[in-house]
């Protein structure tokens, strides 16, 4: 199912139905979104307040870059939700012989591995938006000043919301090479966001 | 326009786009009906971890009541822009003489006090749906408190979104009674949703 085709109303159905899918995964993905297109809006109206050439170019640079990262993440909300999926059908397996339960071990780490770089790649792709945040609240159009706010909010709420996704499925990987590199990139990831965020939200309070 | 009728990806274009509307208002009110639909899922699913008849009881009202206040956001999301839309057509009214001034004037107040209402029945719908969230952390099924984890963060972002909105347009509202009594129920309203996050969050942590 292409969720990111499916009207407001009834995504909104999905995410409240008892189906696995599409979770909270899939709701960070779609925050992280939404929060990237307010950025582009913002970066894309007239009367910014560049000074320099250089400026006007970081702006253009930074309304195509939250465009593409909003694109980024609506397929993301889809990808959570087919990787999910993998994890409930890996569950399913039978479990009858020994060959049977090895092999629907193995298929079950696999699946929760994959389930993992989903949210770790919003988180990346959240991290990445809220860089350009910064870029915006310095010379985009002051008058959107509380739509950069609200796109900060949601931004930051995609990136710990993906996290919780990122460390539910670490808890039942095994492989601890594996857990302890993507732990380690979400908890940096989490950081330069907030580090970010803080800055963005900083240079709005300066521009009133 | 039925904001809500849209494709998802309609409308993150439709937030991407250059049109004063929809805009961080709107998101925010999104992302609320997104939270809420989290919590109603977790609410219902199987297995919830109640013990007296009253819990359940008290579960089963957290679904009904997180599904019908994402529907209410849902709806605010269309008024936020409708609302949005009626200032941005009083500020384009004729200033010709004293008396257009006049009447633009007190078309642009009375437009400003109406799109200054929805974003607070935003922070209105977010606060109640947060309350929800300590119930649905406390009975919902364990296995969903990711979920619970990202309602909480969206609907946090959705009512400190809402916030950015009321107080942009209160600066431009010249009815200080007005402006005086929506900021004193902004306020409290951000202060009780913080308190029933913290909640809402503290009960996951204890569950684990």
Chains 1, 2 share one sequence.
Request: proline content about 3%.
């Amino acid at each position: 199912m292409d969720l990111s085709q499916l009207p407001f109303t009834e995504l909104l159905r999905a995410f409240g139905s008892n189906e696995p899918t599409p979770g909270g995964g899939s709701a960070s993905a779609l925050a992280g979104a939404v929060g990237a297109s307010l950025l582009a809006m913002v970066a894309g109206l007239p009367k910014p307040r560049v000074q320099a050439q250089g400026d006007a170019r970081s702006l253009a640079a930074a309304a195509t870059g939250a465009a593409d990262l909003s694109a980024r993440m609506a397929a993301l909300m889809n990808a959570d939700s087919d990787a999910y999926n993998l994890v409930v059908s890996a569950f399913r397996l039978p479990k009858g012989t020994d060959d049977d339960k090895r092999a629907r071990s193995e298929r079950i780490q696999e699946a929760l591995r994959a389930a993992t770089e989903t949210p770790l790649d919003v988180m990346r792709a959240c991290e990445q938006t809220l860089q350009l945040a910064k870029v915006v609240a310095t010379f985009g159009n002051r008058n959107a000043s509380s739509d950069v706010g609200v796109a900060v909010e949601l931004l930051m709420a995609a990136l710990r919301g993906a996290r919780l996704n990122v460390d539910v499925n670490l808890g039942s990987i095994t492989d601890k090479t594996f857990a302890g590199t993507v732990a380690r990139e979400a908890a940096q990831c989490l950081a330069d966001g907030e580090r970010h965020a803080q800055a963005a939200i900083s240079q709005l309070a300066v521009e009133r």
